[in-house]
Structure formats: C-alpha cells, structure tokens
C-alpha cells in the first residue's frame, strides 16, 4: 500500500520560492504516475505536473510552467516540487499524486490512486 506525506508549504511573498516534498512509503513501481495538484478555495482541484516515478517526460500546467520544476529522488522515495517566482494566484493546497496503473490521463486528478493530506501554500502580494 502506498502512502503519501506532503511537507514544505508555508506563507511566501510574491517572488519568493518554495519547495514541496512528498515522501511515499510502500513499494512505488518504475512505471507508476506521480503529479501535483492544488486546490483554491471554491475552485476545483487542478493539475500542476506530473512524470513517470522513473523518469522521462515532465508535464506541466500551462500555468506553471518555466516556474515550477519537479524531480524526483528515488533513492529516499520522495518527490520534489520546486516553485519559484510565486504569485498570489498560486495560493493553494497542493497535494501529490500516485496512479499506481500509469495511464496516460495525466492531467486528469481521477486517473490517481493515491493522494497526500495536502500542504497549503499562500502567497501574500
């Protein structure tokens, strides 16, 4: 059984960075799916990235992309989501992913099997 555990969010300034980490326990196999996702209040949860738990291809959000980078490191089991240049539009829970069955559906948060509790990121103007 996998498990995922955020950490990292906090309260930043506009331009300022954050790094999530979601740690996993329990055997993740190489062709397993891993993504963000975050929620702000009254809006539903959206995609934000995602990459094979092995490697290749990162998908990112139009949103987000060329500020956010996400990368793993398979020795400790744990997923990174490096955020910089932040906005206020970027306030949000943010949760890691897990599609155990590595369907193609990335972007697609019912496609995930297992989810972290969330880390929230606010980000003051």
């Known amino acids: 059984q996998v498990q995922l555990v955020e950490s990292g969010g906090g309260l930043v300034q506009a331009g300022g960075s954050l790094r999530l980490s979601c740690a996993a326990s329990?055997?993740?196999?190489?062709?397993?799916?891993m993504g963000w996702f975050r929620q702000a209040p009254g809006k539903e949860r959206e995609f934000v990235a995602a990459?094979?738990?092995?490697?290749?291809?990162?998908y990112y959000a139009d949103s987000v992309k060329g500020r956010f980078t996400m990368s793993a490191d398979n020795a400790k089991n744990t997923m990174y989501l490096q955020m910089n240049s932040l906005q206020p539009e970027d306030t949000a829970v943010y949760y890691c992913?897990?599609?155990?069955?590595?369907?193609?559906?990335?972007?697609?948060?019912?496609?995930?099997?297992?989810w972290g509790q969330g880390t929230q990121v606010t980000v003051s103007s």
């Open positions: 329990g055997r993740i196999f190489s062709g397993c799916r």
């Open positions: 990459s094979r738990w092995s490697g290749g291809s990162t």
């Open positions: 992913a897990a599609d155990i069955h590595g369907s193609p559906w990335y972007t697609n948060n019912a496609a995930y099997d297992v």
